[in-house]
């Protein structure tokens, strides 16, 4: 089984609908991380969370919402999902101990239309 | 901020030693250098990291100069599967700034 799992893996939905990303890691790793990625372009970090009570926003967090319910979970949350939301969702892990390294789930396509 | 800059597109034979590099003039005292490679629809994956000098695994190598303003990930007999984009990251760890990646480099690998 997949260390970071993503669900769902695509998505298509309309504006103006509320939307939630999953992602679960038995990694048991402390930190989580949600990117999105456009295409042709780098990832962006949208908010990161160093513990279960740690959530800090990323570069883009605007238009996103994240709830760490367990170590193992991170949910990104798109309240009212607008056209310019459609990208490439990924989740990633990581500890403490291994400074920069990150692991990256699957990533989930979400479609906005 | 260590904003870093790195070369959009590159081409090489396969069997050929590929060199990256990374520029990042304004790095401080507490970061490292970490490299990640992206291969299409798929999340990045960690290859390598350093905080200066050299440091190796079974997959790169990483050059640091003593001023640490660059660095140069070295890809030795590249294959085909190694075309992938490669992005340098630069931050302190605990930051966000360590989680900002690039536009990274596009390495083509040609046969």
């Known amino acids: 089984d997949a260390d970071v799992t993503q669900t769902p893996r695509n998505r298509i939905t309309k504006t103006g609908k509320r939307i939630m990303l999953e992602c679960s890691q038995t990694k048991g790793h402390d930190r989580m991380y949600w990117y999105r990625q456009d295409p042709g372009l780098g990832l962006r970090l949208i908010y990161y969370?160093?513990?279960?009570?740690?959530?800090n926003k990323g570069e883009i967090s605007d238009g996103y919402s994240v709830s760490r319910q367990a170590q193992a979970k991170f949910s990104l949350s798109l309240e009212s999902a607008i056209p310019n939301q459609t990208a490439l969702y990924f989740c990633?892990?990581?500890?403490?101990?291994?400074?920069?390294?990150?692991?990256f789930g699957p990533g989930t396509r979400l479609t906005v239309l | 901020l260590a904003k870093t800059t790195q070369p959009i597109s590159m081409d090489s034979y396969e069997g050929q030693e590929v060199n990256i590099t990374c520029s990042h003039n304004?790095?401080?005292?507490?970061?490292?250098i970490t490299w990640y490679q992206q291969f299409p629809s798929q999340g990045p994956r960690f290859i390598i990291q350093?905080?200066?000098t050299k440091v190796t695994n079974e997959v790169a190598s990483l050059f640091i100069p003593a001023d640490r303003k660059s660095s140069t990930l070295s890809l030795p007999r590249v294959s085909l599967s190694d075309t992938a984009v490669y992005y340098c990251l630069v931050g302190t760890p605990g930051s966000a700034r360590q989680l900002t990646f690039g536009s990274g480099t596009q390495l083509t690998v040609l046969p």
């Open positions: 969370s160093f513990d279960v009570k740690d959530i």
């Open positions: 990633a892990t990581g500890t403490s101990g291994t400074y920069n390294e990150q692991f």
């Open positions: 304004n790095i401080a005292t507490n970061d490292y």
């Open positions: 350093g905080y200066k």
